[in-house]
């Protein structure tokens, strides 16, 4: 069955770019069906979405975290990745990965609807 | 600081039933699908409910989900003690162009 998993660094400094990849196994990320997402929650917290990824690149950003996230897609290895910067002990979080469900309206595609699977998520630790 | 309202905290007794409130607005739960998560202590989130009252598989019939206007309610009967968990609602909030969780409510089996 379809499966995620989370990578990258545990530890990153304040200031500095957070980076994490997700591995797509199971099936394929080039899908026309599904978008693919990252949610983060800070300890002890909820759920926050971050962002979506089509196959073909089309993005969808959390507006409050627009201007600091970058989400990018690699079909050749089944991944799609997330930077997200100049980051601060605000953005300390389990990062998880998530394939989402779409919703098409004409020739536009939206990443409306459920997320399933999850990764097991990441924990992501900004400190210095 | 989430659109979606729940509440924190609900509780029962084994084998009974709760309830699960999520109130949003008309540019959230009143015009797009709306799904529910169990995350049990120490795990990922899970796919309970998506578009509004349909199951996964695999996900027992004890869980149910509706949605009335600008509000949706999750259900669960014959309360287990591995129920215990975090539920989150979730749905697209057009306005926003933005998909937006709520604020969560921890299910307690006394």
């Known amino acids: 069955q379809l499966q995620l998993q989370e990578s990258g660094p545990g530890l990153v400094k304040p200031s500095e770019t957070l980076s994490l990849t997700c591995t797509v196994s199971g099936g394929s990320i080039s899908s026309s069906s599904y978008y693919w997402g990252w949610i983060r929650q800070p300890p002890g917290k909820g759920l926050e979405w971050i962002g979506s990824i089509y196959y073909s690149g089309s993005t969808y950003y959390n507006p409050s975290l627009k201007s600091r996230v970058t989400i990018s897609v690699d079909t050749s290895k089944n991944q799609f990745s997330l930077k997200l910067s100049s980051v601060t002990a605000a953005d300390t979080a389990v990062y998880y990965c998530a394939r989402q469900a779409i919703t098409i309206f004409g020739v536009v595609i939206i990443p409306q609807r459920w997320f399933d699977p999850w990764g097991q998520g990441t924990l992501v630790t900004v400190s210095s | 600081q989430s659109v979606l309202t729940q509440p924190p905290s609900v509780s029962a007794a084994p084998g009974q039933k709760v309830t699960i409130s999520c109130s949003g607005s008309?540019?959230?739960?009143?015009?797009?699908?709306v799904s529910w998560y169990q995350q049990l202590p120490g795990t990922a989130p899970k796919l309970l409910i998506y578009e509004n009252n349909k199951r996964p598989s695999g996900i027992p019939d004890r869980f149910s989900g509706s949605k009335s206007g600008t509000s949706a309610t999750l259900g669960i009967t014959g309360l287990q003690t591995g129920d215990e968990a975090d539920y989150y609602c979730g749905t697209w909030d057009s306005s926003l162009s933005s998909y937006v969780f709520g604020t969560g409510t921890k299910v307690t089996v006394l």
């Open positions: 008309s540019s959230n739960i009143g015009n797009n699908y």
